[in-house]
């Protein structure tokens, strides 16, 4: 056995011993969202009440002192019930904790071990009270595989990561495996990449092993700009040295001797704690030179985004890291042939490359067992929209949108949050970039290359879900929208392209449209699609065309007979006041910014359809719901 | 003596980044953070230190939407447009917010430099969707009322600021 | 790859012959793809998509981007194709001004000639051009936003081959334009004038600027006598405009041309740059003997003299002090002419038809105007000329050659060659080899200073010295041969260059071409000039003798230095104001200007400002002075470099400053005194 090995397997024992030590542990979220909730104070609070009920307190582990043992993790994927609140051993998950509840907490589940129901999750749909994780569906019906640390550990701590066997299958693919083997086994185990190409990423490690060249590189891409989609910062923030592992094994296996990782900036914390990561790996020689006690080098370092979505293109986030416009160029020369200053570069997303220790640790056949024959493994998926539980959730691919949909994010809601049985309309997957899949495909097996078949993609595994509400068109174009604004403008097609389809869509729904309409916008979607010079340009249509076949008759119905079926396009609605329900109380014709609506004070107030804008401003300001939009 | 320590700042970060033109990004990172902005001056200066045309430095300040090359409010408000805040009609926000400090999508800054309004595509929290950011402060599950109210605290507290500094 | 490989285009095997992309195929097969931003000297960019095929097993890829590989199958006009190219153009079209029929570029636009090609008679999308204003603050380039396909083509010839970055891309996705930096003027950035980006641009987004309306109207003013010079690459591509081939000399057509036009005088800058031989050879020969200011630079390229002053202040001395060859001309015309006819030199009027934007900015420097008048008034292009003689009517090709004025029409071989890159070198060699060696030579051709390299290098051997010439083409060429200088890696005698690759004959002014063939055909119509003329060699022209011993005097005398040279000095990279530090209250300020380049940085710049910035402060002169940082006064071999008031300092320690404020300040009481008691 050699130094590092001796010296990580001294920091897991004594860190095991000391936990076992220590009676209680309190983990406290603090991943954005329940950072944003306040968890911060609810931590603070919990060190400071378990010191006035005189027990010893440790934020850190160091020794076999302490009766509580308080620390902070990464996102649990529930944030919409956060600030979380975990008590271990017994694994008691409490909910919405706010300071003025930690001393109940202290009281009555630390010194006495009694359960405080009030901050129980209840499962809405059962009535259900849960008393740990395992009790609840969002949980219950996932596989958290990559995620399975994130939330359980304190992802600032690098003891404990060593702790939970971190490490080893670096240093094993350092010392152990050749380069060769590491490509061989990761392309067994037939893992894709989950930044959004779903590419062979055995094959493309072992394309940028046999360049020739001493200088090589790998980044990871923790861009993440898809709107919606925080997959990869519940990653960074809850588990960062999983994704220094996997660059450790990456590197190895191509020969690189530097790495970056790319993160977005509006993510703060991540950056933040991958910072530290990467502070910490570099003084236990885990980083650096003749890492891990073998001939090994490996340097990384982080950079921080500057607000450019394509930026998670490989091409652009290349011109981005040499300090230009982040505009993709052609490929061929592909990165793993000629990237990062024109050497071979392999780019990961931060989902793949922490996948790889594990996939190292239990085997490629464990690892198989997951998933599909074609994509095996899991996938995290940001679901979000007319869902009961929204949140980061991780299902072994090939579960179906039912799955999802019905088990773990329970259920269809309306708009204003309600259970809304039946009511399910779409789920956009892969968000800007995917597609649109209906009610036929929610027993469709969500993998790689199903969800392509259907017309969408996985993508990096936003899942918007839609009740019967919502209008198509108006999603459609909210995403056009998206992919209009981040264009980097170099390439005809998608700079004026999406440009164009934006105005088109515009005279959908706002009725400007006639039949021909929709021919140039299809011809005009098809076109950008062939033709864009990059991802973003090629898969910028998708949302349009995919739900342009999916739901054709809405379309029609706005453009042919100027009606939004789900009376959301205000332009293509008919405001009127119902005699009956207004109380002439004039609040509506303030807010009219043209003056289409008259009357008398107490008197029955009406509308001028033909000054009207249709600006649906009276509509939100009458508190007697008199004023109804309808059909044109 | 205040734009000397400033200015020597700018020669730190372009010194600290080893006057290497690749490095550019990290340095408008740097210098943004420093100045809350990207003056032309400075950015001239930039180009000529790491050996770079003034037109080159421009188009990659421009390029990225987090440089901003005029000068932001004292309170940069961010309102997340993102998918899932958007589903949860987060635009209401934004134009409620528009509104109540008398911008339009063209002017976004408020005349006395207080308040800098605008979206971003999502801050990655979104479980508490519709979310806005002011500064470095997150604020989750928002109304539009809510969001009225957030700002009228720091008017509030601004006014007081203002008197305070009027009685010293 | 194999040789008998090959891959088939459009049905028919076309061989792999070393080509780097499909583009080069499918043109080697005789199709025209069109194509905006792909051009053989600049990098691949891949924007503008129209040059997208169908191969086989692959779907629709761009040409210029796709290496071919043997037995592909492409198509290069499938329905698809069609359909994507049509709507490629009606995209650019919905966001352009279209204004064709009043448009600089209009017959030889790109963008106006696709849409003919491929049959749009309607654009289906809603027009979103946005009425950006136009900068024509520049005295070369025109710069018409509107017009603008963000090909990038301009930006990547501005920088990849002129090493000048002078525009670029700014802003994002639909509102991402090409600019010069924070959209200042171009005119206040430290674009050379080159036109380079106007030659490449494929519409009329970039264009020479036309001074045609002037010219008009001098015409039309009895009171002026207009005079014409020819510059030498005009003549071997005017022609093209109508309709005749590349490098067809047209001079007797131009002659006539012009006088029709109503030009009183056409004379041939040939002839100065005959002169130009003389006075440059004989300075070089001076630096020789002197072993002073080594390598000797050529100063005939305005756009090069202007980035050598800009980029390499260093060198400015060793820039030729002679004048371009249309300078000579105005100065020396305008002084003779006005002689010989009793006219004052502002009813003079000199008219330059030039292959050149560059010339256009030269013909305005202040150097060059005397007594508020410009020795050289308007530089007009070959394009500009072309233009006006459409305008007049007259069949070019049918008129009956006429020849030029003298005596500043006549001309050697040696005068001509300066239209192309290497030529000036091959003029001076013509004379330096016999001057130095006192005989007679029967040949007159130096075959080395010629070929399409960007760098050449020269090596000749006269009585007994070995000597060392470059010749240059294409600023970025001369930046490497510069740097090179600098470093010691490499030693010249001489250096030749010319901004345009190729030279002038590669001139922004000239007519609209693309294709390096167009370019090599007119080089190859100014030596066949060479070949027929009857002398070759400028000591030879009996008319330049003539001037010498009649008016001019000496070689390099006096009235020669008067007429015939110049000098330049460094110039502030760009017009900008400097960062103020501390600014000073009072009225009478002293302003202290610290240089912050990173040359005077290295120097100590930093201690330097802070130490001033404490004396001022212990002295309490901050409402006396005010302190601001500029970057670079380019003297940075003698840096930390200060200005106080308009005294500039070398060398610069807080005891210099101190005492130049002192001085200053002095002076400033001084100014106060008298100005109370008067
Ligand atoms: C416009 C655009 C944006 C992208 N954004 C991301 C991103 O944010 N994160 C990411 O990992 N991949 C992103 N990708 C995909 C990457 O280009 C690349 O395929 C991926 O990082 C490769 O890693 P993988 O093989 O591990 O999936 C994006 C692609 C495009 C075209
Ligand atoms: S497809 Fe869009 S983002 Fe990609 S290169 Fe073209 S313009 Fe830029
Ligand atoms: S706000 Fe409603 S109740 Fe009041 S006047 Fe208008 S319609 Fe009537
Ligand atoms: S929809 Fe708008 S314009 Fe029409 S009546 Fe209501 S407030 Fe007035
Ligand atoms: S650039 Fe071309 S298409 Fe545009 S107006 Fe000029 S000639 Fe017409
Ligand atoms: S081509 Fe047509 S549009 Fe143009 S000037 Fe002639 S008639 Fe007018
Ligand atoms: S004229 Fe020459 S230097 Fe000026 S912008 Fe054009 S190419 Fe660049
Ligand atoms: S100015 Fe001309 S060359 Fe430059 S990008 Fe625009 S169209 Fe292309
Ligand atoms: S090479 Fe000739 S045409 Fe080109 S800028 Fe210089 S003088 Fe003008
Ligand atoms: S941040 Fe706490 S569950 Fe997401
Ligand atoms: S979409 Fe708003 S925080 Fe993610
Ligand atoms: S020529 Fe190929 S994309 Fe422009
Ligand atoms: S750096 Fe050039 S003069 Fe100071």
Redesign the pocket.
């Known amino acids: 056995m050699n130094k590092t090995l001796i010296g990580f397997n001294k920091i897991k024992t004594d860190y095991i011993a000391w936990e076992n030590a220590v009676p209680h542990r309190v983990l406290v979220c603090a991943g954005t969202g329940c950072l944003v909730n306040g968890s911060m104070k609810v931590y603070e609070e919990f060190v400071k009440t378990i010191k006035e009920a005189n027990l010893n307190v440790i934020v850190e582990l160091k020794d076999e002192e302490g009766d509580v043992f308080v620390s902070k993790t990464g996102c649990q994927g529930f944030c919409q019930i956060g600030p979380l609140v975990t008590i271990l051993p017994e694994g008691i998950f409490y909910t919405r904790v706010k300071p003025k509840d930690v001393k109940d907490i202290v009281e009555t589940t630390i010194k006495k071990g009694d359960i405080l129901h009030r901050l129980l999750y209840i499962e809405p749909n059962m009535l259900k009270v849960c008393k740990e994780t395992s009790e609840i569906p969002f949980y219950q019906k996932q596989r958290r595989f990559v995620l399975g640390n994130c939330g359980m550990t304190d992802p600032e701590d690098i003891r404990e990561y060593i702790a939970r066997d971190g490490y080893v299958s670096a240093a094993r693919a350092c010392k152990d495996m050749s380069p060769e083997d590491i490509c061989r086994t990761i392309l067994a185990s037939g893992i894709?990449?989950?930044?959004?190409?779903?590419?062979l990423?055995g094959k493309?490690w072992d394309m940028a092993r046999q360049q020739p060249g001493d200088k090589k590189y790998i980044i990871c891409?923790?861009?993440?700009?898809?709107p919606g989609a925080f997959m990869?910062m519940g990653i960074m923030e809850g588990n960062p040295h999983s994704i220094i592992e996997g660059m450790i094994i990456a590197s190895r296996a191509i020969h690189a001797d530097e790495g970056y990782i790319y993160v977005?900036a509006e993510y703060p914390l991540a950056v933040k704690r991958i910072r530290k990561a990467i502070k910490d790996a570099y003084t236990l020689g885990i980083l650096g030179k003749r890492i891990l006690s073998s001939d090994h080098t490996f340097n990384l370092q982080v950079m921080e985004g500057a607000g450019a979505?394509?930026?998670?293109?490989?091409t652009?986030?290349i011109a981005s890291i040499e300090g230009k416009r982040g505009m993709?160029s052609p490929k061929p020369p592909f990165p793993s042939q000629s990237g990062l200053w024109g050497k071979p570069t392999v780019?990961?997303?931060?989902?793949?490359?922490s996948t790889i220790p594990l996939i190292l640790s239990v085997g490629v056949n464990k690892f198989r067992e997951m998933g599909t024959e074609n994509s095996p493994g899991t996938k995290t998926f940001a679901i979000t929209g007319h869902v009961l539980n929204t949140g980061l959730i991780e299902m072994p691919l090939g579960s179906t949108l039912r799955d999802m949909i019905y088990g773990v994010a329970g259920g269809i809601t309306s708009d204003d949050g309600k259970p809304m049985a039946d009511g399910f309309k779409a789920a956009q997957i892969g968000g800007p970039?995917g597609g649109c899949l209906t009610k036929e495909h929610l027993d469709l097996p969500i993998d790689f290359d199903s969800v392509k078949e259907a017309g969408a993609m996985v993508g990096?595994g936003g899942l918007v879900i839609m009740n019967k509400n919502t209008c198509i068109v108006s999603v459609a174009r909210f995403f056009m929208q998206f992919t209009q604004s981040?264009s980097c403008g170099k390439c005809v097609l998608c700079r004026e392209g999406t440009k164009q389809m934006l105005v088109l869509l515009d005279d959908i729904i706002e009725g400007r449209a006639t039949e021909e309409t929709l021919k140039i916008l299809e011809d005009l979607a098809t076109a950008v699609q062939k033709g864009s010079l990059?991802?973003?340009g090629?898969?910028a249509p998708n949302p349009v065309l995919s739900t342009l076949n999916n739901f054709r008759d809405e379309y029609e119905a706005h453009v042919k007979y100027k009606y939004c079926p789900t009376g959301k396009c205000k332009a293509l609605t008919k405001f009127t006041i119902d005699e009956n329900l207004c109380k002439g109380c004039m609040l509506c014709a303030k807010k009219c910014p043209v003056n289409a609506i008259t009357g008398e004070r107490k008197q029955v107030h009406r509308i001028d359809p033909i000054i009207c804008i249709r600006c649906g401003a009276c509509i939100e300001s009458c508190t007697f719901g008199a004023i109804k939009g309808e059909k044109l | 003596m205040e734009t000397l320590r400033k200015f020597e700042k700018v020669w730190e970060i372009i010194d600290q980044n080893g006057r290497d033109s690749s490095r550019l990004i990290p340095i408008l990172q740097a210098v943004q953070a420093e100045y809350r902005y990207l003056p032309e001056e400075i950015l001239t200066f930039i180009a000529t230190s790491v050996g770079i045309s003034p037109a080159r430095v421009f188009g990659v300040a421009t390029f990225y939407s987090l440089f901003t090359l005029k000068p932001k409010g004292k309170y940069h408000i961010r309102v997340c447009n993102g998918t899932a805040c958007h589903v949860k009609r987060s635009m209401d926000l934004h134009n409620a917010l528009q509104k109540k400090l008398n911008l339009r999508d063209e002017k976004d800054t408020t005349d006395d430099m207080l308040f800098t309004l605008e979206t971003v595509n999502c801050l990655g929290a979104c479980g508490l969707a519709p979310a806005m950011v002011v500064n470095e402060e997150v604020y989750g599950q928002l109304t539009p009322e809510r969001a009225n109210e957030i700002i009228d605290d720091i008017i509030n507290a601004e006014a007081h600021n203002e008197q305070d500094t009027h009685r010293l | 790859m194999n040789e008998n490989d090959f891959l088939i285009v459009d049905n028919k095997e076309i061989p792999i012959e070393g080509e780097q992309n499909l583009l080069e195929l499918i043109r080697k097969a005789k199709i025209d793809l069109p194509t905006f931003c792909y051009h053989s000297e600049l990098s691949v960019y891949g924007a503008c998509r129209l040059c997208m095929v169908y191969v086989e097993g692959m779907g629709l890829v761009p040409a210029c981007s796709t290496p071919p590989s043997p037995s592909m199958n492409v198509k290069t006009n499938t329905e698809d194709i069609r359909k994507m190219r049509k709507i490629i153009v009606e995209l650019l079209l919905a966001n352009h001004s279209q204004s064709c029929p009043t448009c600089q570029k209009s017959t030889t636009c790109q963008l106006q000639a696709l849409a003919r090609r491929l049959g749009i008679t309607e654009i289906r999308f809603k027009n979103q051009s946005k009425n950006i204003p136009v900068d024509d603050s520049s005295p070369s380039i025109v710069r018409d936003p509107n017009k603008c396909v963000l090909c990038g083509d301009c930006v990547r010839i501005c920088s990849e081959v002129q090493s000048v970055g002078a525009i670029d891309f700014a802003h994002r996705g639909a509102n991402t334009m090409v600019i010069p930096s924070f959209g200042k003027d171009l005119d206040k950035v430290e674009c050379v004038n080159c036109g380079q980006c106007a030659r490449i641009c494929p519409t009329g987004a970039l264009t020479p600027k036309s001074e045609v309306d002037e010219v008009w109207k001098v015409i039309h003013d009895p009171n002026k006598m207009v005079v014409a010079q020819i510059a030498p690459a005009v003549r071997v591509a005017l022609g093209e405009i109508f309709g005749m081939e590349p490098g067809v000399t047209t001079t007797g057509q131009t002659a006539a041309a012009l006088r029709a036009i109503g030009f009183n005088r056409v004379f041939d800058t040939s002839f100065t740059a005959d002169l130009t031989v003389i006075e440059e050879s004989n300075e070089f020969i001076k630096r020789i003997q002197k072993n002073e200011f080594i390598p000797q630079f050529t100063s005939c390229c305005p756009a090069w003299v202007k980035f050598v002053e800009q980029y390499y202040p260093e060198f400015v001395h060793n820039l030729s002090s002679c004048r371009s060859p249309q300078q000579m001309f105005g100065a020396l015309s305008k002084e003779i002419l006005a002689a010989q006819t009793g006219k004052k030199r502002e009813d003079i009027v000199v008219v330059s038809i030039m292959p050149c934007t560059a010339k256009k900015f030269e013909a305005k420097r202040p150097e060059f105007i005397h007594d508020g008048v410009r020795d050289v008034d308007h530089v007009i292009t070959t394009q500009e000329l072309g233009r006006m003689i459409e305008e007049a009517g007259l069949n070019f090709r049918e008129l009956d050659p006429e020849s030029f004025n003298l005596p500043f029409g006549f001309k050697t071989g040696a005068g001509v060659i300066f239209g192309n890159s290497g030529g000036v070198s091959e003029a001076v060699l013509r004379y330096v080899t016999e001057k130095l060696t006192g005989e007679k030579r029967e040949s007159y051709e130096f075959t080395s200073t010629r070929g399409e390299n960007g760098i050449r290098e020269i090596k000749i051997s006269l009585a007994g010295k070995e000597f060392s010439l470059a010749t240059v083409s294409g600023l970025g060429n001369a930046r490497q041969v510069l740097e090179k200088i600098k470093s010691g890696q490499a030693f010249y005698d001489f250096v030749e260059v010319m901004a345009c690759p190729g030279g002038c004959v590669g001139g922004a002014g000239q007519p609209v071409f693309t294709n390096p063939v167009v370019r090599q055909k007119r080089t190859k119509g100014i030596y066949e000039n060479d070949r027929m003329l009857e002398l070759h060699k400028s000591q030879d022209n009996p008319y330049i003798n003539e001037l010498y011993t009649s008016f001019l005097g000496e070689v390099g005398g006096h009235k020669a230095h008067e007429l015939l040279h110049t000098g330049y000095k460094s110039r502030k990279r760009i017009a900008d104001e400097g960062m103020s530090l501390s600014s000073s209250d009072g009225e009478q300020t002293i302003e202290v200007n610290v240089c912050f380049g990173t040359g005077c940085f290295l120097k100590g710049a930093q201690k330097l400002l802070r130490d001033i910035l404490v004396h001022i402060d212990t002295e309490q002169l901050g409402d006396k002075v005010s302190v601001s940082a500029s970057f670079c006064f380019e003297m940075c071999e003698k840096g930390p470099v200060i200005r106080v008031g308009d005294k500039v300092i070398e060398g610069c320690t807080l005891e210099k400053a101190a005492l130049a404020i002192e001085e200053e300040r002095q002076k400033v009481l001084g100014d106060k005194t008298v100005n109370s008691m008067q």
């Open positions: 894709r990449g989950r930044g959004g190409g779903g590419f990423t493309k891409n923790g861009d993440e700009g898809d990869d977005r979505f394509v930026c998670g293109e490989e652009a986030l993709p780019i990961n997303n931060v989902e793949t490359l970039s990096s981040e990059c991802g973003l090629k898969t």
